[in-house]
């Protein structure tokens, strides 16, 4: 198919547009593995408590969905992980505190580069382990269970600025949470009750607007809508 | 290596020889990607039960090699997903059932486009959590256990017919499951129990044909071939 | 950006200067998934306790760092994975142990192939599951624990050899340890333990350095520097 295309490309016309179509595909390969890189390295920030770098991997007109809330732009993109988190978890610093654990393994991508090359689509899947050593005193345990595992699923899109790729939307949807001991047969209504409910600044580290409807979690498994068509039958999803 | 056969890329005959080569390599690059994402989005639509997706995804001419039974044809591949596992587990649904988890991960991936570019090999890993929920009632529950991981490795064959990349063999090996309580040192005999021993139509839900010899299950811990040899000394798997 | 260097590639000494480019880009993405393939084959090629098939993935002036040790040279390589691996794993044998598990998932590669093109730098991710089925009699159990969870990094260096990719450099960082009964919340001080202290030949398998300082284990969290700058700003790690 493309073969013959060249093949057929020994008219001078011919060749420059076969070169110029193989610029544009080489461009959009480089940019889908970029966008693995910058997802994957996401995950290895996030393991490490890193909010600065994080918050840096994102546009400036950017947006965050986690946990039935939009964070939106720079502002909310830090009040989310350089303020909520950060106080959350690490006790203000940027870095890991010793004895907490929260590998955020990311997996499973399929990544689209649309029409034009500046903008992508793309899903990954993360597998999650988190909690706290039991050698941290139990008065200064963060976390409400003291070991769980997490799944979850990101619709992410990314864009291109200035030859950059960077998260424009990142629209993560945790789907299931087990405690270590228990498991996801028996996961407990707690983590429901973490899907936010008020809005920045009436909460201070709340989202600028809640999404309607919110997330659902686990016992619930709805689809989370795939950003592609079928691959095969080329159906776009929902139709 | 290849640069130089650029740097003397001068002559006319040189250049459109170089322009092919490029032609093809890239239309290998973007088959691998391709045949990544087939893969990704299978073990996507699978998290959801989402079988007549799943079927879709193979070529008219295929099988799956599924617990010691081999369904031929999209008409075997019909009935393993479309009827057995929806039978089984979403009570004649296409889509995910409340309370019932079936996560595939999907990652590991050495995919091998062969020569000619029509057709690819590869190898991936899954890694599973599924069970059900304690909030569905005992008696509506379908799995045997209510809650398991399993991991487990493929060897697929892949074809591009018309354009478009298309599962034309999966081939499926379960290695190893584990009850979450009891882990894989703990392993019961039931799964063995799930190895097809009757084909179609005997078995309503049966493989056209068995395996000989059958899977053999962990704590069984036989090599599945590769399907690449040494990538450095070169030599064949099994020689 | 790219596409308008082709755009203005009309004049013949443009265009072949486009070519001789797109020759390196693509050279560049053909490694890229090179090295990837190569990382995962070791991953399950070590599932498999095939470590003849480990050591020949290895360039000839390699080294391997692993819990406090630098192990160098071919020498070295195979006095641990050869050696001590096989002698503590497989009683001898190139290959699996009946009823041993150790599952090595690879993920969330992070490839950077360096100017020149020769020589590459990644991050990946592991994920295991190891232990002993019940079946196997005590006595002949080699492991500390009859299973466990393990969640680990590289940050490896590959180089390229006659034109075939091999391991330069693998630097294996295990993060946490968990038995499958008491999680990461209660990792046992055991793991700590086998950091090595003796060098070779005093150990008989050991390494031929120590690292210093020696590998911290968890529930330490330090950060494993990453190869890469911030892919957004491109601040190098650790300025």
Redesign the interface.
Known sequence: ???S???S??GDGQ??E???R??????R??S???V???Q??Y??YLD?C?YE?VA??FAENSQVLFMGGIYRGKAGVRRLYCERFRRGFTDGRN???????L?H???????HVEDG?ERARA?F?T?M?A??????PKEERRAHF??W?E?GLYENVYVREG????IEKLDYRP??HAT??D?????PDYFQKLVASKTYPEDEFGPDELLDPPHKL??????LP?H?P????GKPWGE
């Open positions: 198919m493309t073969i295309e060249t093949e490309a020994t060749l420059v076969t070169v110029r193989l610029v544009e595909r080489v461009d390969l480089e889908t593995l970029e693995r890189n910058l994957h390295q995950g290895y490490k890193l770098e840096d991997l870095g890991p505190m010793p004895g907490f654990l590998d393994m990311q997996a499973q991508d399929v990544v090359g899903r899947r597998f382990q909690g706290t050593h039991r050698s941290v003291d070991q595992w799944g030859g950059i790729w960077k789907f299931w270590f001991e498991g996801w047969a028996n996961t686990w016992p619930v498994t709805d689809v795939f592609y079928h691959p095969v039958t």
